[in-house]
């Protein structure tokens, strides 16, 4: 092309900058780059800055691929923008081997030396690590970002969303740090973020608050796409409550409002689909995947939902396939390998019993368990300990739970992770329930062993080894109760627990403050949620040695109702006359029988009594030889 034509191109492309004309602008950069300009690494920039203020992601991926000469010699020019392309498409490979690329140096290095040029470039990954789940090294980048915002770079408020995201799906990160940007409560945005955050710690009633106030403020301002958000969270708040009535209108309401093809709308639909009690035997789960509109659900992907919103879609969607009898494949998670297993083991998962999966799962789990721990087993496990449990097999349930910890600690106690961590947490139940006492301090016994192997290492699971303290207190092991607390208790400030802190430093536990600790407790919804009181084992052999004593009482009561009624019917009877040995047999069986006149002769109907005579008359065996027939000439009749 003519050098003129590049200028005039080049000026329009200066014109339509100015005036965010962005197709025409891609236009414009398209034929620059095609024509050969002098500058391919701007106009190219700026044609990808231009696609994406049109949100045509797909089509900057195409440009990539044709423009590939260009992209391998100037990547590192707009990496940002190729960087947030592939954030938006969620191409995970391509994003990390390009991230790696340009930031050479772990997150904690650049966070230390503050590089003012990679900025933007971790606003990008902050984004992808939330989507992704990463939500760890998402709050760590927003907090730098946020304490390092002296020329006012970006937005507060933005900034101060951006720190409370994922703390709305790991509230304990604001444990490990506080947070960095104040609630400015002129921003619907940033009291919507924070709802989120209280809804995550169960405090409904205040998060309905901040969010009616966001609702408000977003209503005046007249923004329709976050007051349908802000309403969505709300009626999803209010179903938590037990709000079912409220949360309905509210649904009702946004189906009205949205277009049908929004993903607002389906997840609407899907919402309200979940105030619904579904039965694996009544419900028709081909009718309701088809309502679900399940294949648009899955065009959506991580581009609409987060990592744990679309993580909970896909369970949701594989328990509906499976209880619908549908293939289901196995994929990289656990339960998706589980359910795999399950529908090949069972012949109908909906028709066939409890007690014939429970002992088909049983034997198989058992036969895995002993080639191996590792991998999807403990996903086997607990389904087959579900089935058990609902069955009732509480000692198949504790035999397979055992046989589970042995075979992981048959080399060694060094490897402890979550999966020996659940099945311990199942055990103490089950013996619990069993009253197995001596069961429990085996296994206490077993996990102090671990804890001596493991050291320090108990730090990466305070929970669970706080839960063994309180086992070992309920046991009476107040000293190894309070060596263990202590050690717990020393880990920092994350691990603050005012119970463990009095056990610890108290040689005896005041009841007073014990009262105080359990003030708040609602002990008739505890009660009405199926928590059962806690009782001793000896209490426990009581009410069983009780029970038998009444089953005893009910046997002898039956044999002496059953004594009076056989001395009522005895009394008018000669005792001394036996009764009639024939008495079982049918009348018409008896020696005693005479049939009726009418029946001893002439033809029988069928099913009639028949005489003796004519029962030998049809005896074959005592007939003799035929007689000769006589041959009679035919005589002519006359006529009468």
């Given at each position: 092309m003519?050098?003129?034509n590049?200028?005039?191109?080049?000026?329009?492309?200066?014109?339509?900058?100015?005036?965010d004309?962005?197709s025409?602008?891609e236009?414009?950069?398209?034929?620059?780059l095609e024509?050969?300009?002098e500058?391919?690494?701007?106009v190219?920039?700026?044609?990808?800055v231009?696609?994406?203020q049109?949100?045509?992601?797909?089509r900057?991926?195409?440009y990539?691929?044709?423009?590939?000469?260009?992209?391998?010699?100037?990547s590192r020019?707009?990496?940002l923008?190729?960087?947030y392309?592939?954030?938006k498409?969620?191409?995970?490979?391509?994003f990390?081997?390009l991230y790696?690329?340009?930031?050479?140096?772990d997150l904690?290095t650049?966070?230390?030396k503050?590089i003012?040029?990679?900025?933007?470039?971790?606003?990008v990954r902050?984004?992808?690590?939330y989507?992704?789940?990463l939500?760890?090294?998402?709050f760590?980048?927003y907090q730098h970002?946020?304490?390092h915002?002296?020329?006012?770079q970006?937005?507060?408020?933005?900034?101060?969303?951006?720190?409370?995201?994922p703390?709305?799906?790991?509230?304990?990160l604001?444990?490990?740090?506080p947070?960095?940007?104040?609630?400015d409560?002129?921003?619907?945005?940033l009291l919507?973020?924070?709802?989120?955050?209280l809804?995550?710690?169960d405090?409904?009633?205040?998060?309905?608050?901040?969010?009616?106030r966001?609702?408000?403020?977003a209503?005046?301002?007249?923004?329709?796409n976050?007051?349908?958000?802000?309403?969505?969270?709300?009626?999803?708040v209010?179903q938590?409550?037990?709000?079912?009535?409220?949360?309905?209108e509210?649904?009702?309401?946004?189906?009205k409002?949205l277009?049908?093809?929004?993903p607002?709308?389906?997840?609407?639909?899907?919402n309200?689909?979940?105030?619904?009690?579904?039965?694996?035997?009544?419900?028709?789960?081909n009718?309701?995947?088809?309502?679900?509109?399940?294949e648009?659900l899955?065009?959506?992907?991580l581009?609409?939902?987060?990592?744990k919103?679309?993580s909970n879609?896909?369970r949701?969607i594989l328990?509906?396939?499976?209880?619908?009898?549908v293939k289901?494949h196995s994929?990289?998670s656990?339960?998706?390998?589980t359910?795999?297993?399950y529908?090949?083991?069972?012949d109908?998962?909906?028709?066939?019993?409890?007690?014939?999966?429970?002992k088909?799962?049983?034997?198989?789990?058992t036969?895995?368990?002993?080639s191996?721990?590792d991998?999807?087993?403990?996903g086997?496990?607990?389904?087959?300990l579900q089935l058990?449990?609902i069955e009732?097999e509480?000692?198949?349930?504790?035999?397979?739970t055992?046989?589970?910890?042995?075979e992981?600690?048959?080399?060694?106690?060094e490897?402890?992770?979550?999966?020996?961590?659940?099945?311990?947490?199942?055990l103490?139940?089950?013996?619990?329930?069993?009253?197995?006492?001596h069961?429990?301090?085996t296994?206490l016994?077993?996990?102090?062993?671990v804890?001596?192997?493991?050291?320090g290492k108990i730090?990466?699971?305070i929970?669970?080894?706080?839960?063994?303290?309180?086992e070992?207190l309920s046991?009476g092991?107040?000293?190894?109760?309070?060596?263990?607390?202590?050690?717990?208790?020393r880990?920092?400030?994350?691990?603050?627990?005012?119970l463990v802190?009095?056990?610890?430093?108290s040689?005896?536990l005041d009841?007073?403050?014990?009262i105080?600790?359990v003030?708040?407790?609602?002990v008739n919804?505890?009660?009405q949620?199926?928590v059962?009181?806690l009782?001793?084992?000896?209490?426990?052999n009581?009410?069983?040695?009780?029970?038998k004593?009444q089953k005893?009482?009910?046997?002898?009561?039956?044999?002496k109702r059953?004594?009076k009624?056989?001395?009522?019917?005895l009394?008018?009877?000669?005792?001394?006359k036996?009764?009639d040995?024939?008495?079982w047999?049918?009348?018409?069986?008896r020696?005693?029988?005479?049939?009726?006149k009418?029946?001893?002769?002439?033809?029988?109907?069928?099913?009639?009594?028949?005489?003796?005579?004519?029962?030998?008359a049809l005896?074959?065996?005592k007939k003799g030889?035929?007689?000769a027939?006589?041959?009679?000439?035919?005589?002519?009749k006359?006529?009468k």
């Amino acid at each position: 092309m003519a050098k003129d034509n590049l200028t005039n191109l080049l000026s329009q492309l200066n014109i339509q900058l100015s005036q965010d004309e962005h197709s025409q602008v891609e236009q414009t950069c398209v034929k620059l780059l095609e024509s050969g300009c002098e500058n391919p690494a701007d106009v190219f920039r700026r044609c990808l800055v231009a696609v994406i203020q049109q949100d045509k992601y797909q089509r900057a991926l195409h440009y990539l691929r044709k423009f590939k000469l260009i992209d391998e010699k100037f990547s590192r020019k707009f990496a940002l923008e190729k960087l947030y392309i592939f954030y938006k498409l969620n191409i995970s490979d391509e994003f990390n081997r390009l991230y790696a690329k340009v930031v050479t140096d772990d997150l904690d290095t650049v966070l230390q030396k503050d590089i003012k040029s990679l900025r933007g470039i971790l606003h990008v990954r902050a984004q992808y690590c939330y989507k992704n789940g990463l939500y760890q090294e998402a709050f760590k980048i927003y907090q730098h970002l946020a304490s390092h915002n002296e020329r006012g770079q970006d937005s507060q408020i933005e900034l101060a969303c951006n720190e409370r995201v994922p703390l709305s799906v790991e509230t304990a990160l604001m444990n490990k740090s506080p947070l960095v940007t104040p609630i400015d409560e002129s921003s619907y945005d940033l009291l919507f973020n924070e709802s989120f955050i209280l809804t995550s710690l169960d405090k409904y009633n205040e998060a309905i608050e901040l969010l009616e106030r966001a609702l408000q403020a977003a209503t005046n301002e007249g923004y329709k796409n976050d007051i349908n958000t802000i309403k969505l969270q709300l009626s999803f708040v209010l179903q938590m409550m037990g709000e079912t009535t409220k949360s309905k209108e509210i649904l009702k309401s946004l189906l009205k409002e949205l277009e049908t093809t929004s993903p607002f709308y389906l997840i609407c639909q899907n919402n309200l689909h979940a105030f619904v009690d579904f039965s694996k035997y009544n419900t028709n789960f081909n009718l309701l995947l088809r309502e679900l509109n399940v294949e648009r659900l899955n065009t959506f992907n991580l581009q609409t939902f987060t990592n744990k919103q679309w993580s909970n879609i896909q369970r949701n969607i594989l328990f509906l396939r499976l209880f619908n009898n549908v293939k289901v494949h196995s994929q990289d998670s656990i339960l998706s390998k589980t359910a795999d297993k399950y529908s090949k083991l069972v012949d109908n998962v909906t028709l066939e019993s409890y007690k014939t999966q429970a002992k088909k799962l049983y034997h198989h789990a058992t036969k895995t368990v002993l080639s191996g721990t590792d991998g999807s087993v403990i996903g086997l496990l607990l389904l087959t300990l579900q089935l058990l449990i609902i069955e009732k097999e509480w000692e198949n349930a504790i035999r397979i739970t055992e046989l589970f910890l042995n075979e992981s600690w048959k080399t060694s106690f060094e490897k402890f992770n979550d999966s020996q961590a659940i099945a311990c947490y199942i055990l103490f139940e089950l013996y619990k329930i069993k009253g197995r006492n001596h069961s429990k301090s085996t296994l206490l016994k077993k996990l102090g062993s671990v804890k001596t192997q493991l050291g320090g290492k108990i730090q990466e699971n305070i929970p669970f080894w706080k839960h063994v303290g309180f086992e070992l207190l309920s046991m009476g092991n107040i000293r190894e109760s309070k060596a263990l607390l202590r050690e717990i208790s020393r880990f920092g400030k994350d691990n603050e627990d005012e119970l463990v802190d009095r056990i610890v430093s108290s040689n005896s536990l005041d009841t007073a403050q014990g009262i105080n600790l359990v003030t708040d407790i609602d002990v008739n919804e505890l009660i009405q949620l199926g928590v059962k009181p806690l009782e001793s084992s000896a209490k426990r052999n009581k009410n069983t040695t009780i029970n038998k004593v009444q089953k005893r009482k009910v046997l002898e009561l039956k044999k002496k109702r059953k004594a009076k009624c056989l001395e009522k019917f005895l009394q008018g009877h000669d005792v001394s006359k036996l009764p009639d040995p024939e008495r079982w047999l049918p009348l018409k069986d008896r020696s005693t029988y005479r049939p009726k006149k009418k029946q001893q002769g002439g033809k029988q109907t069928q099913g009639g009594a028949m005489s003796k005579k004519s029962e030998q008359a049809l005896d074959i065996s005592k007939k003799g030889k035929p007689a000769a027939v006589k041959k009679t000439k035919n005589k002519k009749k006359g006529r009468k």
